[in-house]
């Protein structure tokens, strides 16, 4: 059974890092296919995927944010971190990790969610 | 960056009935589209991916069809927990540069 959750601050403020952690099970992210990224949804808008990290450790961003973001990988402890810099009140949102799993390659799609962890900015 | 568009927004509809959502892309995306359930309070769930491919415990009155900019989520005989916001994501290129739809909400009417 694959299982995520994420954790981390739930204030923080304008202009300071963000540090969110995801800690999986079910899968090991040592094997061809796996993945796990980071999608946010602010209160009332759509979802915007951020940044993913695969098994190999090929890491992606999305290009607005790329600049702001960084994803790591710890398999040792079965935990993904993702950064976010110079928060602002546009960051606050839901942040939802993800597995993506069950094909090889380089999977697209977030087959897997956690329940997600509310952050919000502060002047 | 490509834009997804669905549509409508809000569709109101009974349990029993049919309801056909749309997503259309603002430019060719083959069938690199996948579909999300989201529930209040719970996280989203991948109901179909490359446009039409059900994901594993998606139900058989999910479907979807479409390729290039225009899309489809089919839910045949609408049950009560078919009562949710839907996404649809496109992940066309490489380097990703993934993106969601609005959402097109379906409640009970």
């Known amino acids: 059974q694959i299982t995520l959750k994420e954790s981390g601050p739930a204030l923080v403020k304008h202009t300071q890092t963000l540090t969110l952690t995801c800690t999986f099970s079910?899968?090991?992210?040592?094997?061809?296919?796996?993945?796990v990224g980071w999608i946010r949804q602010p209160p009332g808008k759509a979802l915007e995927w951020l940044a993913l990290?695969?098994?190999?450790?090929?890491?992606r961003y999305t290009p607005s944010l790329k600049s702001r973001l960084t994803i790591t990988k710890d398999t040792s402890k079965n935990q993904v971190v993702l950064t976010v810099t110079n928060m602002d009140s546009e960051d606050t949102a839901t942040y939802y990790c993800?597995?993506?799993?069950?094909?090889?390659?380089?999977?697209?799609?977030?087959?897997?969610w956690g329940q997600g962890t509310l952050v919000t900015v502060s002047s | 960056e490509i834009v997804l568009t669905q549509s409508p927004a809000t569709l109101s509809a009974s349990p029993g009935e049919r309801a056909t959502l749309f997503c259309r892309a603002s430019?060719?995306?083959?069938?690199?589209l996948a579909w999300y359930q989201h529930r209040p309070g719970q996280p989203p769930r991948l109901l179909l991916s490359?446009?039409?491919k059900r994901a594993t415990g998606t139900p058989a009155r999910f479907s979807g069809s479409g390729s290039g900019t225009e899309f489809t989520l089919t839910i045949t005989s609408l049950q009560s927990e078919d009562f949710a916001v839907y996404y649809c994501?496109?992940?066309?290129?490489?380097?990703?540069?993934?993106?969601f739809g609005q959402g097109t909400k379906l409640d009970m009417k």
């Open positions: 993800a597995a993506y799993y069950g094909s090889s390659g380089y999977r697209r799609v977030a087959d897997y």
């Open positions: 079910g899968f090991s992210l040592n094997t061809d296919g796996e993945g």
């Open positions: 990290v695969y098994w190999n450790d090929d890491k």
């Open positions: 430019q060719s995306i083959n069938s690199n």
């Open positions: 490359a446009a039409s």
């Open positions: 994501q496109q992940y066309h290129y490489w380097p990703p540069e993934d993106t």
